[in-house]
């Protein structure tokens, strides 16, 4: 196989997989009232890791246990998406937000969830990794490192656009969230093709 196909292969995988991820990232950027380099490396280092971890367990389970994951997926994502969201649409709106809190919405509370839902498709990604014939090691390790760079840069993006409009950011933020947890739905139910 030729590398340089071979790398862009794996290059085209890994930017697919981070873009939910990326997504949720500007999402996440839209509501922090100031965007700290620790806390878009926090977000890196959830996303990213993840985004790792899912396919290496997807190359490990094989195709029997992924066809009954990726037979519910579409609705675990839909709901941690549509909670998510809706949480940060009801934080909009309350009144009594601790000012002081040195951006709580990045520990792991907050943050697992999300990365779960951002990367359960790489779990069927790595049942399918397992049959191309690529270095998984570096496959997996690229993935990690391209969603990573990605999702700190959505918060950088976010925060850009949230700076002005926190309240109504945040709602679109949230809305964003939810949409996405729609668009998985339904693309899985067969509704629309993407």
């Known amino acids: 196989m030729n590398p340089l196909f071979t790398m862009i292969q794996i290059l085209l995988i890994s930017i697919s997989v981070a873009m939910d991820a990326f997504a949720v990232s500007i999402g996440k950027g839209l509501t922090v009232k100031k965007a700290r380099f620790v806390d878009a490396l926090k977000c890196g280092l959830w996303f990213g890791g993840f985004q790792a971890l899912f396919p290496l367990l997807g190359i490990f ?77 570096f496959t997996v390790t690229a993935m990690g490192v391209v969603t990573a760079l990605f999702s700190m840069a ?30 998985v739905l339904l693309e899985h139910l067969g509704f629309i093709a993407w």
């Open 61 to 137: 389970a094989a195709s029997a246990l992924a066809s009954y994951v990726t037979a519910i997926d579409h609705w675990i994502i839909f709901g941690l998406l549509l909670i998510i969201g809706g949480n940060m649409i009801r934080e909009a709106f309350d009144e009594d937000e601790e000012n002081e809190k040195e951006t709580p919405e990045f520990d792991w509370k907050h943050m697992l969830p999300l990365a779960v839902a951002c990367s359960i498709d790489a779990f069927a990604v790595g049942v399918s990794l397992g049959l191309m014939k690529l270095n998984i090691a």
């Open 154 to 183: 959505g918060i950088y993006i976010g925060r850009a656009f949230g700076a002005r409009w926190q309240k109504p950011a945040q709602i679109a933020g949230g809305l964003v969230l939810i949409a996405i947890g729609v668009k």
